[in-house]
């Protein structure tokens, strides 16, 4: 299934979401996807808390996130109490890393 576009909105309600491909316009740290707060996990592995899957690094907010693929996952709860079931799949601009990173800890 592709995905031209997938609102905040959408994702924050829960939507579930297969892996898609490419969203319509990758972001860039002044106009896309950014971390919502400071300390972001960029995890090795869509399933988030999974204990195999590492942390790759860190996400700030102004560092933006470059979102690929959109993938449904298990739920997690970030620290505003909103709980996610969809992992970004992506890459931090400013430092290269890439990994994933649940929908509830960034903006768009």
Do not use: E
Not at 27 to 46: E, L, M, P
Not at 53 to 60: A, F, K, N, T
């Amino acid at each position: 299934m592709r995905m031209g576009k997938i609102t905040m909105a959408a994702l924050m309600a829960g939507a579930t979401v297969a892996a898609v491909g490419p969203l319509a316009a990758p972001a860039d740290a002044g106009t896309g996807t950014d971390f919502r707060v400071a300390g972001v996990r960029i995890w090795a592995n869509g399933a988030l808390n999974d204990p195999y899957s590492g942390i790759l690094g860190l996400g700030y907010p102004g560092q933006g996130f470059d979102v690929d693929m959109v993938y449904s996952a298990p739920a997690y709860t970030c620290d505003n109490g909103v709980t996610s079931w969809t992992s970004l799949h992506g890459r931090d601009i400013a430092t290269g890393v890439t990994g994933f990173v649940p929908s509830c800890n960034t903006t768009w």
